[in-house]
DNA sequence: TTGAAAGCGCTAACAG
DNA sequence: CTGTTAGCGCTTTCAA
């Protein structure tokens, strides 16, 4: 629970208030309130008088009461995994940027991909009356989403699509992406194939897509390495390195983002294997580089900052009650195989 | 327990309130406060009658009443300029875990390297009373300033060190740094330079240090390339591209991130170019990367999590009145050139 | 150990 | 167009 008491405010010199405002402008509160959030209401001799007095004392609304009082924060809440992984930061920056505009702000919490520390995350922020709520992905604990449905807040899921969402949810099938690319690789040509994955659950439903692909050919991966989270590039060299010195023999790595894919890739290279004749490189994300880098990695393309903007907008709207359909959005964004050179 | 009360307002909009679960609990508002927040001020037998009634009420507390009430937010307002690079995502991210474990909560807002854009979420956050305020770089527009002071709330600022600090300062000096990359390649023989750098005020003074460097042994750069913001990896190897089609010769590349850094080493090896020994490439950041590609990139080391944790525990130290120096606080942190191999 | 009263700073609902 | 009257939900005196 939230732990409002604290030692005494560090002497905190009272900011001028509302009422301030109203004694140096000659008014009465409601009108310097008036002045401010519906000027058309109020007369141009007095919005002037109140205009030079908020300049004059400084002075800045407090949200804490003008919410309370409207029982609007405009607040959102936006809880993601990680902002390591660059298409996260994307998605951050899409949504905070979003909101921004529309007049919100963003509350960030970290989850690090538990489960638990998002229900933590997720009661602090509750405690603050958010408008709406982002979240990433749609498991959440049994408690989180007992809140959640009592806040009767708008949500946004994103990052997948899946059964039984919250509310609205903006994203892709993880499945259908990793089967794509099982697919997509036997059709080039490819047959002993590695496997580099996080184990955050999302990299886990790609892995599985990735599997069954293999396995309706008739083939599975030689070697398949799964590494905990956060999937840093020096742990998907380190990983592709073992998986070479335990004298595997593969012709196709699969990696579970760009980042690993990086790290494979640079390995390789380090070890005179050559990419893509002899190796293909596939990986997973929206990097910069993943579209420019030398012509050899193979990845799938997704858009963070598309997957931000769409989720901001429906929430935005939703929380304007500006939204038209009552029911529950779902939102496919779908994806696409980005291939730089003849894998 | 008696169960005798008859049933309140059939209306479920609202979340429950203090209120509520006071006449669940069969005691008083305050006492429901006090078996919240301070536990030991209460009777066994009251306390848990209140936390069986939070329990079946489902109450979360309301924190923007209690905040009006305390004058004590336990938010903390965040400005970074970018979430794309990862030096900056990895100081978020140790910012908010670190005020997370302390009980406090993180505003975000992301200026774009934009003063005017600082200064618009700086005045949108500070109506939310927040008890402490974590700024990039020591440069701020004046109204900014002046609200700041205003405000009375401690401030850390952050990635910088110099002068006027408005409170707490946490950084490093990136003349510094630039100077020493300078003198670092002059050292290793380089003796024509290019230089791709971005065009905020912070890789403009690493660069002004690096020039100066330069200059100082009668060297000037070949060619300097400014980008504007955000520095992605497919510009710096834009940028190279076109200083060689250019016909400049140099066998040395500063760069003013590791970004742009891969970028040009990406376009150098495309071109065939050989690193290190025709041409020496020097970065600027902490990316995993960095540490760990090919041994071709020298790298200034900063760790973005280390200015992260020091901002967030000073500001701590602060906002609980813990802090035993009144006086402006300033860390240096330093910076080292990593080495991969012979540049 | 508990409670009653009085705000915190702002705004919704009515008047005027 | 402007002001008055009540709160929003919680915590702080100050009594009991």
Redesign the pocket.
Known sequence: M?Q???D?PPGRA?????????KVA?????????????P????????AKVTAAVEKTG??????????????SRLVALIVPTVANPIFAETVRAITETLERAGYQTLLGISGYSDQQEQDLLEAILCRRPDGIILTGLQHSEISRTRLKAAATPIVETWDLGEDPLDALVGFSHYDVGRAVGRYLLEKGRRRFAAVSADDRRADSRLAGFTDALSEAGATPVATRRLATPAKFSRGRQAFAELLDEGIECDAVYCSSDTLAHGVMTEARYRGIDIPHRLAVIGFGDLDFAAHTLPTLTSVQINGAEIGLRAARHLIAAMSGTSTSPDPVRIDLGFSIIERDSA
């Open positions: 939230s409002n008491r604290q005494p009272k900011a001028p208030t509302l009422i301030d405002v109203a000659g008014v009465s509160p409601i009108t310097v309130s008036r002045a401010l959030n519906q058309e209401m109020v007369s141009d001799k007095a919005r002075y800045l609304p407090n949200m804490l009461a003008g919410s309370l009082a409207t029982q609007t």
